[in-house]
């Protein structure tokens, strides 16, 4: 086989070059604007291309990466309008600026879905036209052979004693068992392999957009809940029914899946010894669930990061803590009080903290209308000498440490009150022997009496569970997740596959002897072409030999033509 090398060829001698690698891509072309004409239309279709263009897509993604920054790590309203206000209190001079700019709503503000919906024309704007393109590529045949092969950037040649034609047939079946699309082509075969990539390509486009198009229906109609739910309690789903909710935009009641369950028991364990002692092994609630007004009452498990799933609904364990009972007498001896009241955990080994608060029917030894207060302190684990926090999760000594207090608990002053946190602006504590605020440990079963004959505090011996319930709506989810996937499939296509072209041309030389060229072209410089051409003459070569007067050779090698003919016929 001999290499060719051709660096002094006359220009435009070889102007097939162009057509044979043309249409390696779906890039659009992009021409100058017809500048004499430019007016209102003219301004127009230059501001379409710009935006259409790949590099504005990218930049457009960059901008909505970082737009989305401040959205991390500035406080937003439709998350928690808590610490908002917060922020607010403690940046007087900035927190005015940040309203402004929208910093606070990022994802909703005008900015930001400008970005969105410019990056989302633009992508359509791009994927358009290559789409039809390569439909029309698919649909269409690989471009005939350039009449100097020896110009391509990866070429063989040598002589055989076989026929032109039996040549071009073996070479025919060679490449479509390949999985090359060839056709015969004048003296030639041409072939090309590689539309995947082509597809890859425009699969990452599309599932951008499927993946916009599901992010911003999640956030438009998006809901979420938290309810703390005792066992033996159950829920409704029903916005009263929520201790907090948030959700999208464009959400609505009508939106809310009709199910309700009840907790029937609450199960959790811990590891018992070792480093990782108090640490939880299992978090499973027992639930019985219907779905609809009339549906049946169904039994199921929920643990952590396995959801019960209702409809478009997903109820998440994300919580658990204690809810002791406590039974509240006047001074009669009557029962004023009598629930178990949940706590909240302040650390790991769940010690909790609260208020119990008995607002209507309790009368003092005088018979007059009051109001009382507990400030509840709950240590599952108690280890006397250590009455701050407790030593395990698990209820192994639990002790209730009260605080009592008697008078206005605020809660007809018409402002919102946390039911876990007990307002002492107008409350006074009731005073033990020693003239001090009248605090006791309590275990399970014993009561504390207050000063004067006010009644009894008693903590029962029954120590019910809390768990913490998250129930999520979030649409088009699985869309995003598919989006998601199918972008990496096809980005992993656009940049792993190559797209190329092969011709074998075989004709009978001057002195009667079949010649045999082969060519490579791909969109861009690899030794995956080379090789591979390698390997197609090798397995051509033993089925049309060289010529037996000598005058042939193996084709033990493939030459790598000058760079400015490659690129001039990739361009």
């Known amino acids: 086989?001999?290499?060719?090398?051709?660096?002094?060829?006359?220009?435009?001698?070889?102007?097939?070059?162009?057509?044979?690698?043309?249409?390696?891509?779906?890039?659009?072309?992009?021409?100058?604007?017809?500048l004499p004409s430019l007016g209102v239309i003219g301004w127009a279709r230059w501001f379409w291309r710009q935006l259409t263009s790949m590099r504005v897509a990218l930049l457009l993604l960059l901008l909505l990466s970082l737009g989305a920054i401040p959205g991390s790590l500035i406080p937003q309203t439709g998350i928690d309008e808590t610490k908002v206000a917060a922020f607010r209190k403690s940046h007087e001079t900035l927190a005015p600026v940040y309203d402004k700019l929208g910093l606070f709503h990022v994802y909703s503000s005008v900015w930001f879905s400008a970005i969105y919906i410019l990056l989302f024309v633009s992508l359509i704007g791009c994927i358009v036209p290559r789409t039809w393109q390569f439909v029309g590529q698919l649909r269409g045949r690989p471009p005939g052979a350039p009449k100097r092969l020896t110009r391509l950037p990866a070429y063989t040649t040598w002589r055989t004693g076989a026929e032109p034609e039996q040549v071009r047939e073996a070479a025919l079946a060679l490449l479509k068992k390949r999985r090359f699309r060839a056709h015969l082509s004048g003296d030639a075969v041409a072939a090309e392999k590689g539309y995947l990539r082509e597809v890859g390509?425009?699969?990452?486009?599309?599932?951008?957009?499927?993946?916009?198009i599901a992010f911003a229906w999640g956030q438009l109609f998006k809901s979420e809940g938290n309810k703390l739910v005792v066992e033996g309690d159950g829920f409704s789903n029903t916005l009263t029914q929520y201790d907090d909710f948030k959700s999208g935009s464009l959400f609505t009641q009508d939106d809310l899946d009709p199910f309700s369950f009840r907790l029937k028991n609450f199960k959790g364990t811990y590891e018992a010894s070792g480093p990782n002692r108090g640490t939880p092994r299992t978090y499973e609630a027992?639930?019985?669930?219907?779905?609809?007004?009339?549906?049946?009452?169904?039994?199921?498990?929920?643990?952590?990061?396995?959801?019960?799933?209702?409809?478009?609904?997903?109820?998440?364990?994300?919580?658990?803590?204690?809810?002791?009972?406590?039974?509240?007498?006047?001074?009669r001896g009557e029962v004023v009080f009598q629930d178990a009241v949940p706590l909240l955990p302040l650390d790991g080994n769940v010690t909790s903290t609260g208020a119990i608060k008995v607002m209507d029917g309790y009368r003092d030894a005088k018979g007059k209308w009051d109001q009382l207060g507990f400030q509840a302190f709950f240590l599952p684990s108690y280890v006397k000498g250590n009455e701050l926090a407790s030593q395990f999760p698990a209820l192994l000594n639990p002790v209730l440490n009260l605080e009592a207090y008697h008078g206005s608990l605020g809660v007809n002053a018409g402002l919102p009150q946390s039911v876990y946190q007990l307002n002492?602006?107008?409350?006074?504590?009731?005073?033990?022997?020693?003239?001090?605020?009248?605090?006791?440990?309590?275990?399970?079963?014993?009561?504390?009496?207050?000063?004067?004959?006010?009644?009894?505090?008693?903590?029962?011996?029954?120590?019910?569970?809390?768990?913490?319930?998250?129930?999520?709506?979030?649409?088009?989810?699985?869309?995003?997740?598919?989006?998601?996937?199918?972008?990496?499939?096809?980005?992993?296509?656009?940049?792993?596959?190559?797209?190329?072209?092969?011709?074998?041309r075989a004709t009978t030389g001057a002195d009667g002897v079949t010649v045999v060229e082969m060519a490579g072209l791909g969109r861009s410089e690899s030794a995956k072409v080379p090789e591979e051409l390698g390997d197609l003459a090798g397995i051509l070569y033993e089925q049309a030999p060289g010529a037996p007067d000598g005058t042939g050779a193996e084709p033990d090698g493939v030459s790598d033509s000058d760079a400015a003919a490659a690129e001039g016929a990739e361009n």
């Open 1 to 34: 086989m001999s290499n060719t090398t051709d660096k002094a060829a006359p220009e435009g001698q070889d102007q097939d070059l162009d057509a044979a690698g043309s249409q390696l891509s779906t890039v659009p072309t992009e021409d100058a604007p017809y």
């Open 201 to 212: 390509n425009l699969a990452f486009h599309i599932a951008l957009i499927v993946m916009l």
């Open 286 to 331: 027992d639930l019985t669930y219907s779905v609809g007004a009339d549906g049946k009452d169904e039994k199921t498990t929920v643990k952590v990061n396995e959801p019960l799933e209702i409809g478009d609904s997903k109820v998440y364990l994300v919580s658990h803590g204690y809810a002791p009972v406590i039974t509240v007498r006047d001074g």
């Open 424 to 504: 002492k602006e107008k409350l006074k504590g009731f005073k033990d022997s020693k003239g001090e605020q009248l605090r006791e440990n309590l275990k399970p079963g014993e009561t504390m009496k207050l000063p004067n004959g006010a009644g009894t505090v008693t903590f029962e011996k029954e120590i019910k569970e809390w768990a913490g319930f998250q129930v999520a709506r979030q649409p088009a989810s699985g869309w995003a997740l598919a989006g998601s996937l199918a972008a990496i499939f096809g980005l992993a296509a656009s940049l792993f596959i190559q797209r190329r072209r092969v011709w074998v």
